[in-house]
């Protein structure tokens, strides 16, 4: 995700960070260089005149110039014109109405059927019963679909039919006797044009009022999202969903959308799977812009998918006590719900390891590592001297260099994640990190 703008990102701020004091000119270089970072990675020219001269506002003056890191600071000030440019606050849906009703829009393409199967999945595991409603009379296909995905995400579907609106009403009436708190509406794709289309629409929009009309665009098209989000305004969208987030290399749509259209950003499509649909934080993604990583994010994962108490995870991470018992855990437990390059892409400076085709050969061996250790050294790493790392490679079929390098990578991720978990705003020693910490076995 975003792995263009973040490397090149990267770069500007270690460049920055090795000069220790910066002057005015360096701190203005620096904006350049953003500026042309941004602009290369498709982002609206409107948005990125915007943030860059909130950044300059900022940076140039003492608030960058007279502090001790300089470089730190100043990527403290673009993290948080980043967020802000993408909303800065986590947007909701409305929910309003019994049932609510939540109409999915949108291009041809963009994702809607998968994005509406997504999102039944994701109310259902957060309390609410939802049902899909299919109300395209224009591809007979649809409703196929969308009743194969109600199929694997446990949720009841209607089919609209010849005549959505006559059949939605009789949906909405019988809601509460199923019983149904929401329903999903997926719609037909629109292109510029398909006037009859758009009417219909308008007509679906009118007859109902629903409290939720999300445009569902594909991150693939990058600051085209403007035009096309401009586009659907007028059918009174409340919200956008970003789909295919994960083979966007650039970042275009998703630091475009806000600010040129006023819509916020509720979701995000990440992978192809049901559950990959994630509730948009603009400040994490504005960290794994940066090569920051997303710990509060992968925690959740873990959470998920192994069931464990979030609260006591990262009690684990702020008290230093997360070892590596834990790390073999909760690898294993996102590696049975999922790709594990979605957890270790939320990694700091594990970005390049998550798009490895080497990175699964590569974690059988960290596995076998640690599974060859004992409780004592699982817990205690700082034990394991020579004799015992020799009997740990020979258990595992690895070399004593891999085990060290695990070792040391271990022990810096444990240290860093141990100072954000402390801290507010970016850890000191975030460069040295980046530049030294290659996760290689």
Known sequence: ???????????????????????????????????????????????????????????????????????????????????????????????RGQPALVMLVGPKGGGKTTTAGKLALYLRKHGRHPLLFCADPFRPAAA???????????????????????????????APKVPVDTLIIDTPGSLPGQEEILKFLTELVGAFSPGDVLLVLDALVGQEAVGIA????????TGAVLTKLDGDARGGAALSVRYATGLPILFVGIGERPPDLEVFHPTRMADRILGLGDLAGLFEKVEEAAGKDLEKLSRKVRTGEFTLQDYLEELEAIR???????????????????????????????RAIIQSMTPEERANPHIIGASRKRRIARGSGTTVQDVNRLLSQFEKMRKLMKRMGKKKGLPPGWESFLRENQPRL
């Open 1 to 95: 995700m975003f792995e263009s703008l973040t490397e090149r990102l990267s770069r500007i701020f270690k460049r920055l960070g090795g000069k220790g004091v910066l002057s005015e000119a360096d701190v203005k270089e620096g904006l350049r260089e953003i500026r042309r970072a941004l602009l290369s990675a498709d982002v609206h020219f409107s948005v990125v005149k915007e943030l860059t001269e909130r950044i300059r506002a900022r940076a140039v003056g003492k608030e960058v110039l007279s502090s001790l890191t300089p470089a730190q600071q100043l990527l403290k000030i673009v993290r948080d014109e980043l967020a802000g440019i993408m909303g800065g606050e986590v947007a909701s849906l409305n929910l």
């Open 144 to 174: 196929e679909q969308l009743s194969s995905l109600a199929g694997k995400v446990g949720v009841p579907f209607r089919d609209g039919g010849s005549d959505p609106i006559i059949n939605l009403r009789a949906v909405v009436r019988e």
């Open 230 to 237: 401009n586009s659907f305004l007028p059918l009174g969208t």
């Open 336 to 366: 049975r719900a999922g790709p594990i390059s979605q957890l270790l892409s939320r990694i700091p400076g594990f970005g390049r390891m998550a798009d490895d085709p080497e990175l699964e050969r590569e974690l059988v061996k960290v």
